[in-house]
């Protein structure tokens, strides 16, 4: 069983920037692959952002790319998501996930790959 909790949510200015922590429990944190979604009030659950295991591959939701930048440091079970130059519409509920098995490359888009989920943070951006 892995626990996934986030942090770092919180009303921002348009504009504004967040930093986005999902702390994972489990000492082989470094062989999962972690994934950010999003849900919107009304809306279905949208891919944000992914990181594999070593070597790291990275895949950024075109609505996202060059604003929104995942990251990751093994040393403390914890994956990042940087959100530079927010907009209202990034208005959302943020959750972490884990894909607990597969191959190193695995960077998918699809929530229905994911083991794990977390219980998500508000993430509020003001016009």
């Known amino acids: 069983q892995v626990q996934l909790v986030e942090s770092g949510g919180g009303l921002v200015q348009a504009g504004g920037s967040l930093r986005l922590s999902c702390a994972a429990s489990?000492?082989?944190?470094?062989?999962?692959?972690m994934g950010w979604f999003r849900q919107a009030p009304g809306k279905e659950r949208e891919f944000v952002a992914v990181?594999?295991?070593?070597?790291?591959?990275?895949y950024v939701a075109a609505s996202v790319k060059g604003r929104f930048t995942i990251s990751r440091d093994n040393a403390k079970n914890t994956v990042y998501l940087q959100m530079n130059s927010l907009k209202p519409d990034d208005t959302a509920v943020y959750y972490c996930?884990?894909?607990?098995?597969?191959?190193?490359?695995?960077?998918?888009?699809?929530?229905?790959?994911?083991?794990?989920w977390g219980q998500g943070t508000q993430v509020t951006v003001s016009s």
């Open positions: 996930a884990a894909k607990t098995s597969g191959d190193y490359y695995f960077t998918s888009a699809d929530g229905k790959q994911y083991d794990y």
């Open positions: 990181i594999s295991k070593s070597p790291h591959y990275t």
């Open positions: 489990g000492r082989t944190f470094s062989s999962y692959a």
